[in-house]
């Protein structure tokens, strides 16, 4: 019955294939979003308030347009890569399920697994028989989905390159972190010993600008006045958010390797796979 054929349906289900592709959606789109708006934001701020040059920061918004021309392609191809990744989990779970005997696959799902456990290649009794419309594409299918050890190995470098991503969202976090706290410091004079004058933001110190740029930081009540703007607040906090979004996307290319790793190595011991 209907109730039968859900419950067949959820148990050859890739749960941790679908967690991932929603959180790599949700990722990407925070990291890439966010971020193009904050690298906005801080090329407003440098223009505003830190130099009075363009030729001081010609060079950043150069770099800046280059990340987010990086943002547009990294959107793009992770929301294919999610989904070609979707499409390989319900390809070996599938598979998987058929091996172990607990899961009936429909006409797809049969076309499908037919090239990892070796299926009936379309010949019964009676001589050759004509194959499904529908079968034939996910065989065609089946066939290039079948090398999930090179989606595991693309998905191990995809991971390692996200590393460096990651950790290159937490600077522009921590610039801003250190900023806010200068100005709390200046907003809030009796917890600290140094003169309010003295408590500055120098952009020039983490090679935003270079050393000869003109002023190059705020410092005092200007600086204060600058993080009570709603530019520089809202540019923090979606930094913040990107690097959220940098956070959540490499969780979801984790667990995608770890459930492609599983599969093929179930296939592989099994000795069923036909293209390992």
């Given at each position: 019955?209907?109730?039968?054929?859900?419950?067949?349906?959820?148990?050859?289900?890739?749960?941790?294939?679908?967690?991932?592709?929603?959180?790599?959606?949700?990722?990407?789109?925070?990291?890439?979003?966010?971020?193009?708006?904050?690298?906005?934001?801080?090329?407003?701020?440098?223009?505003?308030?830190?130099?009075?040059?363009?030729?001081?920061?010609?060079?950043?918004?150069?770099?800046?347009?280059?990340?987010?021309?990086?943002?547009?392609?990294?959107?793009?191809?992770?929301?294919?890569?999610?989904?070609?990744?979707?499409?390989?989990?319900?390809?070996?779970?599938?598979?998987?399920?058929?091996?172990?005997g607990d899961y009936r696959t429909t006409i797809c799902g049969k076309g499908l697994s037919a090239t990892v456990t070796g299926g009936p290649k379309g010949r019964g009794a009676r001589g050759p028989q004509r194959a499904h419309s529908l079968q034939r594409v996910c065989q065609c299918l089946g066939k290039w989905l079948g090398h999930p050890d090179k989606f595991v190995g693309i998905t191990y470098v995809l991971t390692i390159i996200w590393l460096l991503v990651f950790a290159c969202s937490a600077v522009p976090v921590y610039i801003y972190f250190n900023t806010w706290t200068t100005c709390q410091?200046?907003?809030?004079?009796?917890?600290?010993?140094?003169?309010?004058?003295?408590?500055?933001?120098?952009?020039?110190?983490?090679?935003?600008?270079?050393?000869?740029?003109?002023?190059?930081?705020?410092?005092?009540?200007?600086?204060?006045?600058?993080?009570?703007?709603?530019?520089?607040?809202?540019?923090?906090?979606?930094?913040?958010?990107?690097?959220v979004g940098a956070a959540a996307t490499l969780v979801s290319l984790l667990t995608f390797m770890i459930a492609a790793t599983y599969n093929f190595a179930v296939l592989k011991l099994m000795g069923r796979g036909t293209k390992f």
């Open positions: 019955g209907l109730l039968e054929c859900c419950a067949r349906c959820l148990i050859g289900a890739p749960f941790a294939s679908l967690v991932a592709t929603g959180l790599c959606f949700f990722g990407v789109a925070l990291f890439c979003g966010c971020g193009h708006e904050a690298l906005t934001g801080t090329e407003q701020l440098i223009e505003t308030y830190f130099s009075k040059n363009y030729q001081d920061y010609e060079y950043l918004i150069d770099v800046i347009h280059a990340f987010q021309y990086f943002i547009y392609g990294t959107a793009s191809f992770f929301f294919l890569y999610g989904a070609l990744l979707l499409a390989e989990g319900f390809y070996t779970t599938g598979a998987v399920r058929q091996i172990f410091s200046i907003a809030n004079p009796t917890k600290t010993t140094a003169s309010i004058g003295t408590l500055c933001a120098d952009a020039r110190m983490y090679g935003v600008l270079p050393w000869n740029a003109f002023p190059g930081k705020v410092c005092g009540s200007n600086l204060l006045s600058i993080c009570k703007t709603s530019e520089f607040q809202m540019t923090f906090h979606l930094f913040i958010a990107a690097f």
